[in-house]
Nanobody, 119 residues
């Protein structure tokens, strides 16, 4: 089995910064893409940022304010968000596309971490 565990959510004031981390564990053979999605109340889940071995991609809404990075040795993906806005408030979900040691490649999700931007 594979598990993704996020950390780092919380309450931050507008204009502040926040860092998220997600660790993948289990019977992992290799990890292709890792990334972050978010879902605000009443809205659909949207991609925030994704990173593979060859590229990174950001949603227009966070481009220039956020940085995604990855530590392959630790099976960990990070998201640093700066100049946070109230509209960044959402549950942030970690995502990973993983090939397990038993063979199949599948998408996995974390349980989500709440980020609230408010004064």
């Amino acid at each position: 089995q594979v598990q993704l565990v996020e950390s780092g959510g919380g309450l931050v004031q507008p204009g502040g910064s926040l860092g998220l981390a997600c660790v993948a564990s289990g019977n992992i053979f290799s990890i292709y893409a890792m990334g972050w999605y978010r879902q605000a109340p009443g809205k659909q889940r949207e991609q925030v940022a994704i990173i593979t071995t060859s590229f990174t991609n950001y949603a227009d809404s966070v481009k220039g304010r956020s940085t995604i990075s990855r530590d392959n040795a630790k099976n960990t993906v990070y998201l640093q968000m700066n100049t946070l806005k109230p509209e960044d408030t959402a549950v942030y979900y970690c995502y990973a596309n993983i090939r397990t040691t038993s063979g199949p490649t599948a998408n996995y999700w974390g349980q989500g971490t709440q980020v609230t931007v408010s004064s």
